[in-house]
């Protein structure tokens, strides 16, 4: 039923970014992942899904010194160059609880982690989204990450060098995607950047049936006069 909704309410005219990608020969089998001390899981009442975007330059620049084996395929440059990728689909709740690390989750098996490595490349970001959100959403990994592909690959992207070549704001951001997007305003969207004013991620608020709608208020982001800076990943 979830990789159904996602079929019927994917925009139909939309395409995905073009990314080249090689699946390398072996992949490493991620490692269980469990609710850290402090954040206990959560059943509430989903409401609504974020999906989250995330600005792969920004990222693999800051993880130039740290977790090189884990970050290999998407920032080694062996196996293809990022732009954005899926972070995850997560579940939303009332007011600010959400459907969380509903319960223990197994390893995702391999021919799942394969066949989307090209549009999230990391294994243990996989295994994390599948044990944190996915399985408060779906009996089955295979069925949460083909929903939440299938709404990835729905979006249309814009022409990030253009925005890296000029001063940009959370609000021309939300624009500059709303507007490659057919039935997405910048309502429905949220701009996150990291301290220093980088782009971190965009984020498409969407109702309980997977449609696009405004975001609630939590899920807005940064504001739309913020100034936001676009890493471009080095040629």
């Given at each position: 039923m979830l990789a159904a909704a996602a079929v019927t309410l994917a925009p139909v005219t939309a395409a995905a970014?073009?990314?080249?990608?090689r699946i390398p020969d072996r992949i490493d089998v991620p490692r269980l992942e469990r609710a850290p001390r402090g954040e206990a899981p959560g059943q509430?009442?989903?409401?609504?899904?974020l999906l989250a975007l995330s600005w792969s330059p920004q990222y693999c620049a800051s993880r130039r010194t740290a977790g090189a084996r884990r970050d290999a395929v998407q920032c080694g440059g062996d196996n293809g160059r990022f732009g954005?990728?899926?972070?995850?689909?997560?579940?939303?709740?009332?007011?600010?609880?959400?459907p969380a690390w509903c319960r223990p989750a197994r390893i995702v098996p391999q021919p799942v982690?394969?066949?989307?490595?090209?549009?999230?490349p990391s294994v243990q970001l996989m295994q994390r989204q599948w044990a944190k959100h996915g399985i408060c959403m779906s009996p089955t990994p295979v069925a949460y990450f083909r929903a939440a592909s299938i709404l990835f690959n729905a979006l249309k992207f814009?022409?990030?060098?253009?925005l890296a070549?000029?001063?940009?704001t959370a609000g021309s951001l939300r624009r500059a995607f709303a507007a490659r997007n057919r039935g997405v305003t910048g309502a429905m969207l949220a701009v996150t950047a990291d301290r220093a004013g980088w782009l971190r991620e965009v984020r498409l608020c969407l109702d309980i049936r997977m449609r696009p709608t405004r975001c609630q208020p939590g899920q807005?982001?940064?504001?739309?006069?913020?100034p936001v800076k676009v890493r471009l990943a080095p040629r």
């Open positions: 970014q073009a990314t080249a990608c509430t009442a989903t409401t609504g899904y954005w990728i899926l972070h995850g689909l997560w579940p939303q709740g009332s007011g600010t609880s959400y982690l394969k066949q989307h490595l090209c549009i999230s814009p022409d990030m060098p253009a070549g000029a001063p940009q807005g982001g940064m504001g739309d006069a913020k």
